[in-house]
Protein backbone atom coordinates (compact mmCIF):
# COMPACT_ATOMS: atom_id res chain seq x y z
CA UNK A 1 0.00 0.00 0.00
CA UNK A 2 1.38 3.45 -0.59
CA UNK A 3 2.26 5.62 1.75
CA UNK A 4 0.07 8.58 2.24
CA UNK A 5 2.44 11.78 2.36
CA UNK A 6 2.59 14.43 5.27
CA UNK A 7 0.77 11.70 8.00
CA UNK A 8 4.35 10.83 9.10
CA UNK A 9 5.11 14.34 10.79
CA UNK A 10 3.75 14.52 14.29
CA UNK A 11 3.64 18.50 13.30
CA UNK A 12 0.82 17.91 11.22
CA UNK A 13 -1.69 17.92 13.90
CA UNK A 14 -0.34 20.72 15.73
CA UNK A 15 -2.81 23.73 16.94
CA UNK A 16 -1.03 25.95 14.44
CA UNK A 17 0.35 24.07 11.30
CA UNK A 18 2.22 25.63 8.58
CA UNK A 19 3.69 25.39 4.96
CA UNK A 20 6.79 23.45 4.91
CA UNK A 21 9.18 23.94 1.64
CA UNK A 22 11.33 20.44 1.58
CA UNK A 23 14.55 21.59 -0.45
CA UNK A 24 16.32 18.41 -2.32
CA UNK A 25 19.51 18.24 -4.05
CA UNK A 26 22.05 15.59 -4.97
CA UNK A 27 25.18 15.79 -3.95
CA UNK A 28 27.59 17.31 -6.08
CA UNK A 29 29.99 15.11 -8.93
CA UNK A 30 32.14 12.69 -7.30
CA UNK A 31 33.81 11.04 -10.55
CA UNK A 32 31.61 8.00 -10.04
CA UNK A 33 30.05 8.09 -6.51
CA UNK A 34 33.35 8.53 -4.64
CA UNK A 35 33.82 9.69 -1.53
CA UNK A 36 34.92 13.42 -2.51
CA UNK A 37 33.95 15.72 -4.84
CA UNK A 38 35.33 16.76 -8.10
CA UNK A 39 36.28 20.00 -9.74
CA UNK A 40 33.16 20.40 -11.10
CA UNK A 41 31.04 18.88 -8.14
CA UNK A 42 32.64 21.47 -5.95
CA UNK A 43 31.51 24.18 -8.66
CA UNK A 44 28.01 22.75 -8.68
CA UNK A 45 27.50 22.55 -4.73
CA UNK A 46 28.67 26.60 -4.85
CA UNK A 47 26.53 27.31 -7.40
CA UNK A 48 23.76 25.76 -5.80
CA UNK A 49 24.15 27.42 -2.43
CA UNK A 50 24.49 30.95 -4.38
CA UNK A 51 20.57 29.67 -5.85
CA UNK A 52 19.84 29.52 -2.26
CA UNK A 53 21.10 32.62 -0.83
CA UNK A 54 17.94 34.16 -0.57
CA UNK A 55 16.12 31.26 0.74
CA UNK A 56 15.49 31.48 4.40
CA UNK A 57 16.74 28.08 5.00
CA UNK A 58 16.09 27.19 8.84
CA UNK A 59 18.37 24.09 8.59
CA UNK A 60 20.99 22.24 5.27
CA UNK A 61 20.47 18.23 6.89
CA UNK A 62 22.87 16.04 4.98
CA UNK A 63 23.88 12.18 4.61
CA UNK A 64 26.69 10.68 6.25
CA UNK A 65 28.65 9.80 3.44
CA UNK A 66 31.72 12.19 1.99
CA UNK A 67 30.00 13.35 -0.76
CA UNK A 68 27.20 14.69 0.25
CA UNK A 69 28.69 16.59 3.89
CA UNK A 70 31.46 18.32 1.47
CA UNK A 71 28.68 19.66 -0.78
CA UNK A 72 26.47 20.25 2.65
CA UNK A 73 29.33 22.43 3.62
CA UNK A 74 30.01 24.23 0.13
CA UNK A 75 26.25 24.88 -0.17
CA UNK A 76 26.09 26.45 3.61
CA UNK A 77 29.43 28.45 2.79
CA UNK A 78 26.88 30.76 0.64
CA UNK A 79 24.36 31.44 2.86
CA UNK A 80 24.16 33.34 6.29
CA UNK A 81 24.65 31.42 9.33
CA UNK A 82 22.58 28.06 8.50
CA UNK A 83 22.86 25.59 10.38
CA UNK A 84 24.45 22.04 9.03
CA UNK A 85 23.14 18.70 10.72
CA UNK A 86 24.66 15.13 9.40
CA UNK A 87 21.45 12.74 9.64
CA UNK A 88 21.21 9.11 8.81
CA UNK A 89 18.04 9.12 7.33
CA UNK A 90 19.26 11.15 4.58
CA UNK A 91 21.71 8.43 3.92
CA UNK A 92 22.20 6.42 0.21
CA UNK A 93 20.21 3.43 1.19
CA UNK A 94 17.33 1.21 -1.08
CA UNK A 95 14.10 3.26 0.20
CA UNK A 96 12.15 0.19 -0.83
CA UNK A 97 12.29 -3.48 -2.14
CA UNK A 98 9.87 -4.37 -4.34
CA UNK A 99 7.86 -7.86 -4.66
CA UNK A 100 8.16 -9.07 -8.64
CA UNK A 101 4.33 -9.13 -8.37
CA UNK A 102 4.16 -5.22 -7.85
CA UNK A 103 6.27 -4.69 -10.85
CA UNK A 104 5.13 -4.58 -14.47
CA UNK A 105 6.02 -7.78 -16.41
CA UNK A 106 8.08 -6.00 -19.32
CA UNK A 107 9.80 -4.32 -16.42
CA UNK A 108 10.36 -6.37 -13.58
CA UNK A 109 13.73 -8.71 -14.63
CA UNK A 110 15.51 -5.48 -15.28
CA UNK A 111 14.20 -3.80 -11.96
CA UNK A 112 15.07 -6.56 -9.72
CA UNK A 113 18.68 -7.22 -11.36
CA UNK A 114 18.98 -3.71 -11.00
CA UNK A 115 18.49 -4.01 -7.00
CA UNK A 116 20.13 -7.47 -6.75
CA UNK A 117 19.56 -9.62 -3.75
CA UNK A 118 20.27 -7.88 -0.73
CA UNK A 119 20.98 -9.24 2.55
CA UNK A 120 18.59 -8.86 5.61
CA UNK A 121 20.19 -6.24 7.45
CA UNK A 122 20.45 -4.08 4.09
CA UNK A 123 16.91 -5.02 3.32
CA UNK A 124 15.58 -3.49 6.88
CA UNK A 125 17.92 -0.74 7.02
CA UNK A 126 17.09 1.49 3.97
CA UNK A 127 12.60 0.78 4.60
CA UNK A 128 13.45 2.44 8.00
CA UNK A 129 15.68 5.31 7.26
CA UNK A 130 13.12 6.07 4.53
CA UNK A 131 10.23 6.08 7.16
CA UNK A 132 12.42 8.23 9.53
CA UNK A 133 12.80 10.62 6.57
CA UNK A 134 9.26 10.95 6.06
CA UNK A 135 8.35 11.42 9.46
CA UNK A 136 11.17 14.34 9.69
CA UNK A 137 10.95 15.93 6.59
CA UNK A 138 6.96 15.89 4.96
CA UNK A 139 3.97 17.32 5.71
CA UNK A 140 2.95 20.88 7.47
CA UNK A 141 5.41 22.14 10.25
CA UNK A 142 4.92 23.61 13.40
CA UNK A 143 5.49 27.28 14.08
CA UNK A 144 4.10 30.76 12.86
CA UNK A 145 6.27 31.01 9.92
CA UNK A 146 6.48 28.67 6.73
CA UNK A 147 9.58 26.28 7.04
CA UNK A 148 12.43 26.33 4.56
CA UNK A 149 14.96 22.93 5.21
CA UNK A 150 17.41 22.10 2.35
CA UNK A 151 18.39 18.36 2.55
CA UNK A 152 21.59 17.10 0.32
CA UNK A 153 21.19 13.54 -0.16
CA UNK A 154 21.37 10.85 -2.82
CA UNK A 155 19.18 9.96 -5.94
CA UNK A 156 17.07 7.46 -4.08
CA UNK A 157 15.84 9.39 -1.24
CA UNK A 158 14.55 12.03 -3.87
CA UNK A 159 13.06 10.02 -5.81
CA UNK A 160 11.27 8.11 -2.79
CA UNK A 161 9.83 11.78 -1.61
CA UNK A 162 8.50 12.78 -4.73
CA UNK A 163 6.76 9.65 -5.28
CA UNK A 164 5.52 9.88 -1.82
CA UNK A 165 4.43 13.63 -2.98
CA UNK A 166 2.77 12.02 -5.95
CA UNK A 167 1.09 9.12 -3.94
CA UNK A 168 2.44 6.94 -6.85
CA UNK A 169 2.67 3.41 -5.80
CA UNK A 170 5.67 2.47 -3.64
CA UNK A 171 7.89 0.73 -6.15
CA UNK A 172 7.87 3.65 -8.60
CA UNK A 173 10.74 5.57 -6.60
CA UNK A 174 12.73 3.42 -9.63
CA UNK A 175 13.02 5.53 -12.67
CA UNK A 176 13.30 8.97 -11.01
CA UNK A 177 16.86 9.90 -11.84
CA UNK A 178 18.45 13.52 -10.17
CA UNK A 179 21.58 14.98 -11.33
CA UNK A 180 24.23 16.09 -9.61
CA UNK A 181 23.39 19.49 -7.44
CA UNK A 182 20.15 19.71 -9.47
CA UNK A 183 17.24 20.86 -7.13
CA UNK A 184 13.57 19.68 -6.44
CA UNK A 185 11.66 21.42 -4.20
CA UNK A 186 8.15 20.04 -2.55
CA UNK A 187 5.77 22.53 -0.43
CA UNK A 188 3.36 20.96 2.42
CA UNK A 189 0.67 23.22 2.95
CA UNK A 190 -1.95 22.10 5.46
CA UNK A 191 -4.85 22.62 3.92
CA UNK A 192 -4.06 21.13 0.30
CA UNK A 193 -2.24 17.87 -1.27
CA UNK A 194 1.27 18.14 -1.71
CA UNK A 195 2.74 19.56 -4.46
CA UNK A 196 5.72 19.46 -6.54
CA UNK A 197 7.26 22.81 -7.71
CA UNK A 198 10.51 21.93 -9.16
CA UNK A 199 12.08 18.75 -10.08
CA UNK A 200 15.56 17.76 -11.27
CA UNK A 201 16.57 21.74 -11.87
CA UNK A 202 19.56 22.99 -12.48
CA UNK A 203 18.94 26.73 -14.13
CA UNK A 204 21.49 27.50 -11.47
CA UNK A 205 24.70 25.92 -13.18
CA UNK A 206 26.24 26.11 -16.74
CA UNK A 207 25.53 24.13 -19.77
CA UNK A 208 29.36 21.87 -18.88
CA UNK A 209 27.92 20.86 -15.11
CA UNK A 210 24.65 19.76 -16.02
CA UNK A 211 23.46 16.22 -16.48
CA UNK A 212 26.02 14.67 -14.01
CA UNK A 213 25.10 11.73 -12.31
CA UNK A 214 22.54 10.48 -14.70
CA UNK A 215 22.60 7.52 -16.40
CA UNK A 216 25.32 7.21 -19.99
CA UNK A 217 22.40 6.28 -22.41
CA UNK A 218 21.06 10.17 -21.80
CA UNK A 219 24.22 11.85 -22.55
CA UNK A 220 22.10 13.85 -25.37
CA UNK A 221 20.07 15.62 -23.10
CA UNK A 222 23.28 17.57 -22.21
CA UNK A 223 21.71 20.68 -23.65
Not at 60 to 80: K, M, Q, S
Not at 179 to 201: E, F, G, H, K
Amino acid sequence: MTEPHGQHDRSANSPHPVTRYLYLARHGDAGGEGAELTGAGRRQAALLGRRLAGVPLAAVHHGPLGRAAETARLVAAELDGVAVREAEWAGDHVPYWPQRGELPDADADRILDFLGDPDPGERATGPRLAREAMARCTGPAAGSVPRHELVVTHAFLIGWLVRAALDAPNWRWIGLNHCNAALTVIRYAPDRPASVLLYNDMAHLPTELKWTGFPPEFAELRV
